[in-house]
């Protein structure tokens, strides 16, 4: 090894840059489009242009750059498809603001500039998110990058809608859809979040036009009352036997509307009667095309009444909902209020309340797709992580309706829909038509709308892949082999992809989906402006680095659970970072020396032997643990051992061969073990903690080398397996410990040396413990360790046990015992006042019921430590006792 010395301490930002441009610089993340090893793919969620990296991204990306980088180590041929989402409202949105400060609007400017400043936009910053993502270390293809609306998949959007046109799954329809007035546009079912909202019910009495007296019906929304064109009442109601047929007065536009019987109405609801908007309700608007009745509008794309509401026209919805109650009111047909709590539907991007509303829209009959996503998903050829997501997603399947794909936005893919004004027919085609198939007229329109964002990325995992091109890229690499990404979008889009992904390739998009949870605090609040709580991933990056970062948040991600994370937790993994940068120091002055041809197994000590067993089992741990997505398991393992086994252990236990106390010979071997334990290592870390590992790689092997990334993932080695040696040292290990808890409990420095006599069971243990006994020597400090069968205990020692083995310390000399009595003594009644004080105040109502949540915790928190103290302290006290008799 080179004599070189390793810096003083890691520092992230120069190296994260130096490295990543290293690996950039000789195309480590380039997948090939042919290639003899086996394949495996993951497509990225594309982060929307207008992205920032926020906690869900970081989270995402690290936990496929953990996979892709442990794949690409195993030796697959590894493509990771990077690429940025269109995301069509957000994006307009955010030229629109820019526009508004300019004093213009898009209106003015007109749709071709208006699209051509959001592509000027798109150059500036479209590749923002992209920088972000490469700060967090990930390996993506970058020369693959796509965008949802390059020309490319934008050629193969056409082609499938055109497909799907052509094949009658896309049709147009007079369609009640839930419209945001704000912004001005339809939004799926599942952009609508619900919000419960404590309104009123609001009885109202409709007169029979024969006068035979009226109907009263209930209603949360009075003033689309304006458009209502029956009262339905359920079939076996009897109550309404004889009013079934006849015909009712609208009150306020005096119009006769007829009572009908649907199965739809519920008796127990208000008085068993309903008024029937089809205009303004889905439900209502389903019952009126199963009777046929006259469905009218009265509320406009803004939330204003138009023409068909009569004397209301041109209110605002809220505003005519006052006009029109107090007008019923006036009229004596209101019946009576009563507050009401039901929930409002809200546009999830403004928050501004839904307005269902009848218009054409394009539809893609899903029944027949959901169908066959079901079954793969049934047969496990798609296989979802963690299981209990399957039942949801069942769930939602069966109970899914026509996906309406069309949205009145400019920013996206135009629909490929021309009507002739002459002859109206509709035109869909590949190619712009410059005249109409069947009259040959050029005065042609096209469609005003453009696709649902959600269209362009539901083909993400084929389009990306050069698809509809026979490509080798996309033989090589589709099906994809997992897909990772946030729960929140299994419907929005995992679903979506299925559907498509089996309509079009015949075969399903990803044979795993893993589905991660969200990002918390520490405490479990969701992060949000509002609260304060927000983590900026970025900022975190520039105070711990990238990799302590990374594996925080790998080390929280438990399978279904949300991610708890808080900068001090981050801090933590940085103190690991140090941890391993000062191990990996003292590794490298221990093999300046070091000569790998030399071979010398026969010298290996107890813990060479133990370290190489233990690493097998650590990467056992480790491999399995990624191959089944538990990264908590996966990051507690990598942890475990460098921490609690390399470190504490087996680098103390070596110290004296290190430093010449034994033979050339035995430091030779431990010499071989730890340089190839230590490999190992890095290996394991690496997908965690790309940065670091491969400075420390490159460190030990000299300049000669290339990338730790195209080493290959540990393995086990079977010759290295050795439960005896993990069995004994286990021993060792417990013994020392048992000390050193004795040291503490009696607070005995740790420069003083102690007097130990060990009780054996048999002459094997005695023989064995003889044998170790300068581990035991040295890491406890020791000045003498007598070993006999089944001694008996002397007078003034403190006691432990390792199983079968009777450990006595002696304290004759060494421990003032009645002094240290009466300090205990002393401790234990401070510690027995402040724990009633403490329970007492926890079990205070009052307390309870006015101190803030993370005070409470706080003293939940502080009772529990004290009750671990005065345990520690009680058991330390009886030990004392007893010495003394
Ligand atoms: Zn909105
Ligand atoms: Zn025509």
């Known amino acids: 090894m080179t004599k070189k010395e390793l810096g003083k301490a890691f520092e992230p930002a120069e190296a994260e840059k130096r490295l990543y441009e290293y690996w950039l610089k000789n195309n480590y993340f380039h997948a090939q489009d042919k290639s003899d090893t086996p394949a495996f793919s993951i497509v990225i969620p594309p982060p929307n ?19 892709i980088r442990f794949k690409r180590m195993q030796g697959y041929n590894t493509l990771w498809m990077p690429g940025t989402d269109h995301a069509g409202i957000a994006t307009q949105n955010v030229v629109e603001q820019q526009l508004l400060k300019e004093g213009t609007s898009r209106h003015e400017l007109g749709r071709e500039k208006f699209i051509a400043r959001v592509w000027e936009w798109r150059e500036k910053y479209g590749s923002v998110i992209i920088n972000q993502l490469k700060r967090l270390g990930c390996s993506c293809d970058w020369e693959r990058e796509r965008f949802t609306m390059d020309e490319g998949l934008s050629h193969a959007v056409r082609e499938v809608f055109v497909r799907l046109y052509n094949e ?39 007169p029979f036009a024969d006068g035979s007296g009226d109907i009263v019906v209930a209603t949360t929304r009075p003033e689309t009352m304006l458009g209502d064109t029956a009262v339905a009442v359920n079939p076996l109601d009897f109550r309404y036997r004889d009013k079934v047929g006849k015909f009712v007065i609208l009150p306020l536009m005096n119009k006769k509307i007829p009572v009908i019987t649907d199965d739809y109405v519920t008796m127990d609801f208000g008085s068993g009667a309903v008024k029937i908007t089809p205009g303004s309700d889905p439900n209502d608007f389903a019952m009126a095309q199963r009777h046929n009745l006259e469905i009218i509008t009265v509320i406009d794309g803004k939330g204003i ?40 539907g809200q546009c999830y991007r403004c928050k501004t309340d839904i307005e269902p509303m009848v218009s054409k829209q394009w539809f893609v009959k899903i029944r027949p797709l959901a169908k066959q996503a079901i079954a793969a998903v049934i047969k496990g050829k798609t296989k979802i992580i963690p299981k209990t997501w399957e039942a949801t997603y069942f769930d939602w399947m069966n109970n899914i309706r026509d996906w309406c794909i069309s949205r009145q936005l400019w920013w996206g893919h135009r629909i490929p829909v021309w009507y002739c004004s002459d002859c109206k027919k509709v035109i869909v085609a590949m190619v712009n038509p410059d005249k109409c198939t069947d009259c040959g007229g050029t005065s042609l329109k096209q469609d005003e709308d453009v696709l649902d964002t959600w269209f362009s990325s539901a083909l993400w995992p084929f389009t990306t892949l050069g698809w509809p091109e026979k490509t080798k890229a996309l033989k090589t690499f589709y099906p994809t082999s997992l897909l990772i990404t946030g729960f929140d979008i299994l419907f929005f889009w995992v679903a979506r992809m299925m559907m498509m992904g089996i309509y079009v390739m015949k075969d399903v998009p990803f044979k795993h989906v893993y589905l991660h949870a969200l990002v918390r605090d520490e405490k479990g609040e969701k992060m949000s402006k509002s609260k304060g709580n927000i983590i900026d991933p970025l900022l975190m990056i520039d105070q711990y680095g990238t990799d302590a970062f990374r594996f925080t948040l790998a080390a929280y991600t438990a399978q279904g659970r949300d991610v708890r994370l808080s900068p001090e937790r981050i801090e933590g993994y940085k103190f690991f970072v140090n941890k391993i940068w ?61 921490w609690h086994e390399l470190c504490d252990w087996y680098l103390e236990l070596s110290k004296p ?25 890095l290996g394991v870390l690496h997908p965690f903690m790309p940065f670091v590992t491969e400075e420390l790689w490159q460190f030990l092997k000299g300049n000669d080398k290339n990338s730790i990334m195209l080493s ?18 286990g021993i060792i290990i417990e013994i020392i410990t ?24 048999d002459e094997q243990s005695k023989k064995m413990i003889e044998t170790d006994k300068s581990y035991i020597l040295n890491l406890a400090n020791l000045e003498s360790l007598k070993v006999e069968i089944n001694a008996i205990e002397p007078k003034g020692v403190a006691t432990a046990l390792a199983g079968s083995i009777k450990i006595f310390v002696l304290l004759a000399g060494i421990v003032d015992i009645s002094g240290e009595k009466a300090r205990l003594e002393k401790e234990l009644s401070k510690i027995s006042k402040d724990l009633e004080k403490s329970s007492k105040k926890l079990a205070n109502r009052d307390f309870r019921d006015k101190a803030a949540p993370e005070i409470i915790q706080k003293e939940e928190e502080k009772l529990k430590d004290l009750q671990k103290k005065f345990a520690t302290m009680e058991g330390a006290l009886k030990k004392l006792k007893s010495i003394s008799g």
């Open 49 to 67: 242009v207008t992205g920032m990296l926020h906690m869900g991204h970081a989270l995402n990306n690290t936990l496929q750059d953990i996979i």
């Open 168 to 206: 009658g799954m896309i049709y147009q329809g007079d369609y009640i859809v839930n419209w945001c007035p704000r912004c001005h546009t339809a939004i799926s079912d599942l952009e609508v979040e619900f919000k419960s909202d404590a309104s009123f019910l609001w009885n109202i009495r409709y």
């Open 305 to 344: 009444i138009n023409k068909n509401g009569g004397a209301y026209k041109g209110q605002d919805r809220y505003e005519a909902r006052k006009n029109v109650i107090a007008d019923l009111e006036k009229g004596g047909y209101l019946v009576g209020t009563e507050p009401y709590s039901h929930n409002v």
């Open 582 to 642: 000062n191990a990996s120091k003292l590794t490298f002055s221990n093999l300046e020396d070091f000569d790998e041809s030399v071979s010398l197994d026969s010298d290996e000590s107890l813990p060479d032997k133990w370290i190489k067993a233990r690493i097998n089992k650590a990467i056992e741990e480790i491999t399995l643990s990624l191959d089944e997505y538990r990264f908590n398991d996966a990051a507690a393992a990598v942890y475990r051992f460098i």
């Open 657 to 681: 061969v290190f430093y010449g106390k034994v033979t050339p010979e035995k430091r030779k071997a431990a010499q071989k073990t730890l340089y190839e334990v230590f490999q190992k290592m």
């Open 712 to 729: 290959n993932f540990p393995i086990v080695n079977e010759e290295w397996k050795n439960d005896a040696v993990e069995k004994e040292m």
């Open 738 to 761: 048992a000390i050193r808890n004795i040291r503490g409990e009696m607070r005995i420095a740790p420069s003083q040396k102690l007097n130990v006599l060990i009780s054996a069971a």
